[in-house]
């Protein structure tokens, strides 16, 4: 399984790279074949591995001028990624990704609204994204907010979403306070099972492509104090 998409593998230490190396040497954003070719499968095998590479500190040597400078014209991202905004999950960085690998959508609590459907549709149907990946996190302030039914301007109607994950958490979990992060982490991931669920249910254009298969779904968990990603399926 190679790495990354296009003319990429290249793992050569930073040290060990002298500045006149052949640009064959750098990472490359995706290219409109490699896109095309990749499966959903695939896809999440691509992200599974650029976590591994973060986690156990093997990144790929990026040169990220050369990869603006080969996306500049369009991209062909493989990947729609929606996430938190929390500044400790800066998603390209722990999942090892490059300019142009993925479209990256975050927002507090990683939770789905018309925008960022209409986006993922912008992704998948338009752009030829092959997989959708909802990654939440541990000890999510945004999920902490909706267990204390924090009120706060244009916030609240934003935890409002989170709710219903709160349901979904069985009543034998107790107590459910923010206070308890074994139950904080636990709506997280319901969380994003029910933002998965929303994904099919809300957009006919999505839920299409996935039954025939053209792309894939995936959720995530994202552990703050190891940097690893837990994919799961819906
Ligand atoms: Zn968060």
């Known amino acids: 399984m190679v790495a990354t998409l296009g003319e990429t593998g290249c793992q050569h230490p930073r040290n060990g790279a002298s500045p006149s190396a052949p640009a064959a040497a750098s990472t490359r954003p995706p290219t409109r074949e490699a896109q095309a070719a ?30 603006v400078r080969a996306s500049s014209a369009a991209q062909y991202p493989y990947a729609v990624v929606l996430s938190c905004l929390d500044s400790r999950q800066p998603i390209e960085l722990v999942l090892d990704q490059g300019i142009g690998d993925i479209f990256s959508a975050r927002v507090a609590g990683n ?51 989170i709710k219903p994950a709160i349901e979904r958490v069985p009543e034998s979990v107790q107590p459910r306070t923010s206070r308890n992060l074994a139950f904080v982490d636990q709506v997280a991931e319901a969380n994003v099972r029910l933002v998965m669920h929303q994904i099919r249910e809300r957009s006919p254009i999505l839920r299409e492509m996935l039954e025939q ?22």
């Not at 990749?38 to 990869?67: K, W």
């Not at 298969?213 to 819906?234: E, K, N, P």
Request: net charge negative; with cysteine.
């Open 213 to 234: 298969g053209q792309i894939g779904l995936a959720g995530g968990m994202y552990d703050l104090s190891t940097g690893t990603v837990r994919f799961f399926g819906d």
């Open 111 to 161: 939770v789905l609204d018309d925008n960022i459907l209409g986006s993922m549709e912008f992704a998948c149907k338009a752009s030829g994204a092959k997989l959708i990946a909802v990654i939440g996190h541990s000890n999510c302030g945004a999920i902490k907010g909706a267990v204390d039914d924090v009120q706060l301007g244009h916030l609240t109607q934003l935890l409002a979403r």
């Open 38 to 67: 990749i499966t959903p499968e695939q896809a999440l095998e691509q992200l599974r591995a650029g976590n591994e590479r973060f986690v156990s500190g093997r990144m790929l040597h990026r040169d990220l001028t050369a990869e």
